[in-house]
């Protein structure tokens, strides 16, 4: 199987990617776009999901 340990994917569109089985161990997910992805027995030990205060943010914009 795959072994991605601590990739970094944020931000990345991961749409019907195929991860089952995979050692993510440490995987900087934040803010991916995983529509339709397979996790099945993936193994996301200390992943790094979307940090909400970063992703607002990246996002933010000055009022008009």
């Known amino acids: 199987g795959v072994k991605g340990q601590y990739a970094d994917f944020s931000r990345s569109r991961l749409l019907n990617a195929d991860f089952s089985s995979a050692d993510m161990t440490g995987m900087n997910m934040h ?4 529509s339709g992805t397979k996790w099945r027995n ?3 030990k ?3 999901k ?3 205060d970063l992703a607002a ?5 000055a009022p008009n």
């Not at 803010?31 to 995983?34: G, N, V, Y």
């Not at 943010?57 to 914009?61: I, L, V």
């Open 42 to 44: 993936t193994i996301l």
């Open 31 to 34: 803010r991916i776009d995983d």
């Open 46 to 48: 200390n992943a790094r």
């Open 50 to 52: 979307t940090d909400k």
């Open 57 to 61: 943010a990246e996002t933010w914009q």
